[in-house]
C-alpha cells in the first residue's frame, strides 16, 4: 500500500488515525478497536467491512487461503 495514501487515510467513524498491519493485510483503529480490511492494496474503509480487534483473524489472510 501507498505510503502517502496511508498518512491521508482516517478511521470513518472517529476519524482517528488508522494503523497499517502488513501481515494481517488490514488498517486497525485502536480508538474504535476496528480492522478494515486491505483487498488487492484497496482499503475497504466501510464499518459494515471491518472486523473488531478482538474478532478472530479471517481464515483467508491467517491461513493463507480459503478452503
Known amino acids: 500500500?501507498?505510503?502517502r495514501l496511508l498518512e491521508?487515510?482516517?478511521?470513518?467513524v472517529c476519524k482517528g488515525p488508522l494503523?497499517?498491519?502488513r501481515q494481517a493485510r488490514e488498517?486497525?483503529?485502536r480508538a474504535d478497536q476496528?480492522?478494515?480490511?486491505?483487498?488487492d492494496g484497496i482499503p475497504v474503509m466501510l464499518e459494515?467491512?471491518?472486523r473488531e480487534l478482538d474478532?478472530?483473524?479471517p481464515?483467508?489472510?491467517?491461513?493463507?487461503?480459503?478452503a
Open 48 to 50: 459494515s467491512e471491518a
Open 55 to 57: 474478532a478472530p483473524v
Open 19 to 21: 494503523e497499517h498491519d
Open 34 to 39: 476496528l480492522a478494515y480490511p486491505v483487498r
Open 8 to 12: 491521508l487515510l482516517v478511521c470513518p
Open 59 to 66: 481464515a483467508t489472510v491467517a491461513g493463507g487461503a480459503a
Open 27 to 29: 488498517l486497525i483503529c
Open 1 to 3: 500500500m501507498d505510503t
